[in-house]
């Protein structure tokens, strides 16, 4: 007497369409992915390699040397990469702590609080990201040239504010507006008055928001030349204006690994810091944006 075996089940066909789908989706990330990381490897690429091979057109590293990162810090040709590393630090830094203090009191005005004309200042907020840099240049330098401003800390501060800030109102003010109030109320009930129950319950809420505020915004302030470029000296000038005036040996030539080795240092620390706080920065950016 034989016995006949169970036959497994046949795995349920994909249909063609599905399929395609897929394909395009990951050629779509794919071309994301290059599209994004291919500059930066390049410029690793570049960094790494000895400097007479600066145009080797081979896409992996050949000719490895840390000579271009010496020379980046190499203050006899005239450059200042280190001192202008730590301008750029103090300049983002201040501006992003300025930016926090003041966008997190009016997002929370702006969200919490009824008052006439409240959209239109939401809307000046708004509109203010929006306009041109470039336009600015010229008044700018005019008014801080009559100040005395011209090479100091406060003249790139400032206007990094003034960019930074909106931004800052705009994505706190959105988070806010989704926090429940009942929250605030049951703190006022048990006798915390409106400051008090906004830094001791509302604000340790908005803490994802805030942390990824303040990523963007030092970002955004480390990541400005233009205004940087007029308003700054040799003392105080940011690692992006340093960057772009870096001399080599040969004054006809430009120290183009060199430059690759800056600007794989200034990016390295933004990179790894992003990636360590990927999943608070974007817990950040969609907090508020399902309604309960």
């Known amino acids: 007497m034989s016995v006949r075996t169970a036959e497994k089940p046949a795995a349920p066909s994909v249909p063609w369409t599905q399929r395609l789908k897929s394909v395009r989706l990951y050629a779509g990330v794919a071309i994301v992915l290059i599209w994004g990381l291919g500059p930066f490897y390049w410029m690793t690429v570049t960094a790494f390699r000895d400097p007479a091979y600066t145009f080797d057109s081979t896409p992996w590293p050949t000719h490895l040397t840390l000579e271009n990162f010496r020379n980046a810090f190499d203050t006899s040709r005239g450059n200042n990469f280190g001192r202008a590393l730590g301008n750029s630090v103090i300049i983002g830094s201040i501006t992003t702590v300025i930016a926090l203090v003041l966008g997190v009191l009016a997002a929370y005005a702006l969200a919490r609080l009824?008052?006439?004309?409240?959209?239109?200042?939401?809307?000046?907020?708004?509109?203010?990201?929006?306009?041109?840099?470039?336009?600015?240049?010229?008044?700018?330098?005019?008014?801080?040239?009559?100040?005395?401003?011209?090479?100091?800390?406060?003249?790139?501060?400032?206007?990094?504010?003034?960019?930074?800030?909106?931004?800052?109102?705009?994505?706190?003010?959105?988070?806010?507006?989704?926090?429940?109030?009942?929250?605030?109320?049951?703190?006022?009930?048990?006798?915390?008055?409106?400051?008090?129950?906004?830094?001791?319950?509302?604000?340790?809420?908005?803490?994802?928001?805030?942390?990824?505020?303040?990523?963007?915004?030092?970002?955004?302030?480390?990541?400005?030349?233009?205004?940087?470029?007029?308003?700054?000296?040799?003392?105080?000038?940011?690692?992006?204006?340093?960057?772009?005036?870096?001399?080599?040996?040969?004054?006809?030539?430009?120290?183009?690994a060199a430059i690759m080795a800056a600007g794989v240092m200034v990016s390295i620390p933004l990179v790894i810091m992003v990636l360590l706080f990927q999943r608070r920065i974007i817990s950040g950016l969609t907090a508020g944006g399902v309604k309960s």
């Open 114 to 256: 009824t008052f006439r004309g409240k959209y239109v200042v939401s809307g000046l907020i708004l509109s203010a990201s929006m306009f041109p840099v470039v336009v600015l240049a010229t008044p700018l330098f005019q008014l801080f040239t009559n100040l005395g401003w011209i090479g100091k800390y406060q003249a790139m501060i400032i206007p990094n504010i003034s960019f930074v800030l909106p931004m800052t109102v705009y994505i706190l003010a959105s988070f806010f507006a989704e926090l429940p109030w009942e929250l605030e109320e049951a703190a006022r009930i048990d006798g915390a008055t409106k400051l008090q129950a906004f830094r001791l319950v509302m604000l340790p809420l908005a803490a994802p928001a805030v942390f990824t505020t303040a990523i963007l915004a030092f970002i955004a302030a480390v990541n400005e030349y233009l205004l940087a470029r007029l308003l700054s000296s040799g003392s105080t000038e940011p690692v992006t204006v340093a960057v772009a005036r870096f001399s080599g040996n040969n004054p006809l030539v430009e120290p183009y």
